[in-house]
């Protein structure tokens, strides 16, 4: 009984080509592997992700909470066509990237989180996800929608991505923005960096161990500064209040 009921829970995959990994080096100087992360490993990245749901700053909370359910739903057979890619430097998890197939003609891009900042390591993630969507599993165009200002300025600006407004996102059902072939095309030559094949001994070493991010983002401090730098991103208001609770904290 239970076996046949977990027949029908479980969606049938529609065959995808897989990844091809490729490496890139960042400003920094380090190399970069981006590779495909399959259904065993998934564990290794909910815990690397789990503490960003506490991270208000950038969004962080919603996006990590909408993929840790995305990596289980994954993990569990609960997730149709979705494919997960993870960013290594030196076996350090700096990114994630998944989406999924919708039809064998049309992407959607589910999310991008980066586990390192300042390096555009998640630039290089969501570049390779479109690449992936594009050139591997021949999409004509991908569905996306932004969580975050950053967000917006690194997908809809960048690639100046066409409105698809009349179409709800899966995520939220808010209206979708696409990625054309045409779009992807021209941004090839500007966004789109990385080289195959990965030498072997750096490949080996993000497929040996999915290691813990070094340096990721963490909960401010004061609980309320990331509320308040969502409407006043150089902080200059919580800059004042503190000067001015100092200054009542001497006159006392
Ligand atoms: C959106 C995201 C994937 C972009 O990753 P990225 O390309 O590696 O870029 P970063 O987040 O490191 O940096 C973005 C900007 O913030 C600045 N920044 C913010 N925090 C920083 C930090 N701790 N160190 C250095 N730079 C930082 C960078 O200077 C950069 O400015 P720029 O756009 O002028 O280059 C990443 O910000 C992220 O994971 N955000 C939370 C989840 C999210 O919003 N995902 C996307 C949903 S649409």
Redesign the pocket.
Known sequence: MSVDLEKILRPVESPMAPYEPKYMMLASGEPVVVRQVFRDEIPDLLKHVEPLIHVER???DV?AARVYAELIGYYTHRFQDQYVLALQVDGELA?IVNGRQVTPKLGLSL????LR???????HG?AAKMEYHIDALGHDEVLI????P??F???MIEYKLEKRFDIPHELGGVPSWALTRELFDRARSSLVVGRRPVPPELLEKALEKILPPSDP?TPPLDPLAATRALYDPTATALVAQRWEMEKGAQDA
């Not at 900042?117 to 630039?123: S, Y």
């Not at 929608?145 to 975050?148: I, L």
Request: glycine share 12%.
């Open positions: 950038d969004y962080y996006v990114a999310h991008t989180l980066a900042r300042g390096l555009r390591i998640g630039a969501f929608v932004a969580e975050s950053i967000g300025r690194r997908w983002p």
